[in-house]
T-cell receptor
Framework: GQNIDQPTEMTATEGAIVQINCTYQ??????LFWYQQHAGEAPTFLSY??LDGLEEKGRFSSFLSRSKGYSYLLLKELQMKDSASYLC?????????WGAGTKLIIKP | DAMVIQNPRYQVTQFGKPVTLSCSQT?????MYWYQQKSSQAPKLLFH???????NEADTPDNFQSRRPNTSFCFLDIRSPGLGDAAMYLC??????????????FGSGTRLTVV
């Protein structure tokens, strides 16, 4: 079946680095997305990976390994405003499949 | 600014009383989606439109209907809301199907409470 796994919750310290992992099992693969969602708000698009490797965008980077069915989102120089849920979503041949998200808590 | 606008932001409705949620976009995107999201869960796709082509997810209850009268607007109708329909309803748009070109743009969502 189709499945996306992410840790439910993670805690990190302001100024530090955190890596949020996502593993997936889907019938096809046409790209992987990361979205940020603050509590009570809509998700916002962060990144899209379709080829293996690391994509860097400022403090955020996203990595993909298609052979391992694995991605991670790396957040550097954490700020309090990064406290949010981070959702991984995979585009298979027919649809976009969403993970339940990882709630990231930033402590001072 | 080009954007996706959902109205209202918060909606309280009575059990069994029909309710309509609206979404408009100024992005001129081809695809519009309606998602239901409950607390700490993944968004669940209810419907999507590619232009006027309507696509209903197999497990979307008949209680939910949608209309897209033109490119800019899309509506979600809940004919007889039950307590289990209380959720955040998210409208999203994308240039192409599933958002390979730049991802989805979401509206701010409508939080539906059923009393």
């Amino acid at each position: 079946g189709q499945n996306i796994d992410q840790p439910t919750e993670m805690t990190a310290t302001e100024g530090a680095i955190v890596q949020i992992n996502c593993t997936y099992q889907t019938s096809g693969f046409n790209g992987l997305f990361w979205y940020q969602q603050h509590a009570g708000e809509a998700p916002t698009f962060l990144s899209y990976n379709v080829l293996d490797g690391l994509e860097e965008k400022g403090r955020f980077s996203s990595f993909l390994s298609r052979s391992k069915g694995y991605s991670y989102l790396l957040l550097k120089e954490l700020q309090m405003k990064d406290s949010a849920s981070y959702l991984c979503a995979v585009r298979d041949d027919y649809q976009l499949i969403w993970g339940a998200g990882t709630k990231l808590i930033i402590k001072p | 600014d080009a954007m996706v606008i959902q109205n209202p932001r918060y909606q309280v409705t009575q059990f069994g009383k029909p309710v309509t949620l609206s979404c408009s976009q100024t992005l001129n995107h081809n695809v519009m989606y309606w998602y239901q999201q409950k607390s700490s869960q993944a968004p669940k796709l209810l419907f999507h439109y590619y232009d006027k082509d309507f696509n209903n997810e197999a497990d979307t209850p008949d209680n939910f209907q949608s209309r897209r009268p033109n490119t800019s607007f899309c509506f979600l109708d809940i004919r007889s809301p039950g307590l289990g329909d209380a959720a955040m309803y998210l409208c999203a748009t994308s240039r192409d199907l599933w958002g390979a070109e730049g991802g989805y743009t979401f509206g701010s969502g409508t939080r539906l409470t059923v009393v």
